[in-house]
């Protein structure tokens, strides 16, 4: 009776054993791969040949182009961005120099003014030698209008035709600067940053 019981307990433990080797071992699942990380816009400097000309705050502008091909109906627009780092005066008198006796910036130099009120600035190129490109952007971030290729040392005041939307910034680069950049009425947002020193980007010693 006892060798009976024991012949049934391993020929169940036999069973069990064999039915556990028929299980098929637990799939492995490989982790998914991480999503690729946006790859920020290059920061791309603008700053005069002589640094002594320099403002002491910068800020850091991100330009966002928008980009379509008007030959194709089912073409789909593509975005552009960069980022740049101009110059910001702060008092009246950083803002009234402006660009004045910088005989011959470098292409890559660029200056960006803030304005108050409910109407657009006027500028102008008194005591200025180069020829700019004068970009004015709304709250909003619109780059809604560009004087282009300014006449040097003119006293006539440049401002939109239009009286809205009205500009908080506009930026100053040289001539041709505007199409470098890619800047299109329209089809351009422009993101100013806050103040922050230019040495925080360069050094200026």
């Known amino acids: 009776m006892t060798a009976t019981r024991i012949s049934f307990t391993l020929a169940a433990l036999l069973g069990l054993t064999a039915c556990a080797g028929t299980i098929p071992a637990p799939m492995e699942i490989a982790p998914p791969e991480p999503a690729p990380e946006a790859t920020a816009p290059a920061l791309v400097p603008m700053l005069p040949d002589d640094l002594s000309l320099a403002m002491e ?35 009246d008198a950083e803002k009234e120099r402006g660009m004045r006796h910088r005989v011959d910036p470098h292409p890559r130099s660029a200056m960006v003014f803030e304005f108050e009120g409910d109407h657009n600035p006027a500028l102008w190129m008194s005591q200025t030698p180069a020829s700019l490109d004068m970009i004015f952007i709304s709250a909003e971030g619109a780059a809604f209008y560009v004087e282009a290729s300014t006449t040097p040392f003119s006293e006539q005041f440049l401002t ?3 009286p809205d939307p009205v500009a908080t910034h506009v930026l100053e680069v040289p001539a041709g600067g505007a199409d470098m950049l890619g800047i299109t009425p329209g089809f351009t947002r422009i993101e100013v940053g806050p103040p922050r020193p230019c040495n925080a980007f360069f050094a200026l010693s």
Do not use: G, S, W
């Open 160 to 162: 939109p035709e239009e």
């Open 57 to 91: 705050y910068c800020r850091v502008l991100t330009i966002e182009n928008e980009i379509v091909d008007f030959t194709r109906a089912d073409a789909k627009p593509t975005f552009e961005t960069r980022m740049i780092v101009a110059e910001a005066p702060r008092t």
